[in-house]
């Protein structure tokens, strides 16, 4: 059986774009008469509020967007998270982020800097030297990671050359995304991610982890981002159409509809329930190109 989810992080109201990625994950789900799961990751404490877990699933009822399960908070999942982590073949890193900056060129794939391993090597002499609390990379192989997408087709990425070794842990002792997710997606028995297309980056380094964890490697399908008619991409610290604006202007059945015309399921863009979507649901609908909302949204 499929079973999907979807993660909002509760550092603000959802906005236009993470209700796209919603629609999109709920329907692929539900069209295949899969189990779909809510997981709220509120890994980050300094930008994780508790006033908008509520609201992100008061929004999700709102639209029709129902879940089967939902999984236990990333806050209350440390423990397993360290199991997981004493696992891996990790190192701690000293590194500051000035200097990471200045000894590497940036990935060309998703703009984060690629690791040159200052401190891959260091003796434990070297180590105590250090005044810094380290964060922990994991060493990755000279292999190249291949996956084919749902949306975007066949990927590859060499880890040690396109990736290099990556935090899992970050120096305050807060456990790195890439690693929460891995390890959130092993426990729900996830077999599907759908996800906005600029985490496509990550997704190599994940099926590593995947791997090395000994977890089932889920499909993926990365989904287009919406931007404004500038080409900005939709932030919630901007407010950019987010779902109190939605909520006064639209009723869920008129967002729904324009989202799923913008998405290419519908000929317009006439009100339609979530449910009423599920029989026009096809991946191979959904394009690869960034989705421009209109001005009048």
């Not at 930008?47 to 509520?54: D, V």
Request: charged share 25%; with cysteine.
């Amino acid at each position: 059986m499929t079973v999907g989810r979807f993660a909002p992080s509760p550092s603000g109201r959802m906005h236009l774009g993470n209700v796209f990625t919603a629609l999109l994950a709920w329907l692929s789900v539900r069209s295949q008469g899969g189990e779909m799961l809510l997981r709220i990751e509120d890994l980050d404490p300094e930008r994780s509020k508790g006033e908008y877990i509520e609201a992100l699933r008061d929004d999700l009822r709102w639209l029709g967007l129902d879940w089967d399960r939902e999984m236990p908070l990333q806050s209350t999942r440390a423990a397993a998270y360290a199991e997981a982590f004493a696992k891996l073949p990790t190192y701690p890193c000293y590194c500051t982020r000035s200097e990471l900056h200045e000894a590497s060129a940036p990935h060309a794939s998703d703009g984060t800097f690629l690791y040159a391993g200052t401190c891959r090597d260091l003796t434990q002499a070297e180590r105590e030297q250090k005044r810094r609390k380290p964060a922990w990379r994991v060493r990755v192989p000279d292999e190249t990671v291949r996956f084919t997408d749902g949306v975007f087709g066949p990927q590859s990425e060499n880890l040690a050359t396109q990736c290099g070794d990556f935090i899992v842990r970050r120096s305050d002792g807060v456990y790195a995304y890439q690693l929460a997710v891995v390890c959130d997606d092993g426990f729900g028995g996830v077999t599907e991610v759908v996800r906005g297309s600029d985490l496509l980056g990550s997704t190599a380094r994940q099926i590593f982890l995947y791997r090395t964890l000994g977890l089932p490697v889920p499909r993926f399908y990365h989904v287009p981002l919406l931007v404004a008619p500038d080409g900005k991409r939709l932030s919630k610290r901007e407010k950019s159409l987010d779902m109190a604006h939605l909520r006064q202007n639209h009723s869920p059945q008129a967002l729904l509809g324009r989202l799923a015309h913008l998405a290419g399921l519908t000929g317009n863009d006439a009100p339609v329930s979530a449910a009423e979507l599920t029989a026009a649901f096809r991946w191979d609908k959904i394009g690869t190109e960034a989705v421009i909302i209109p001005a009048d949204f």
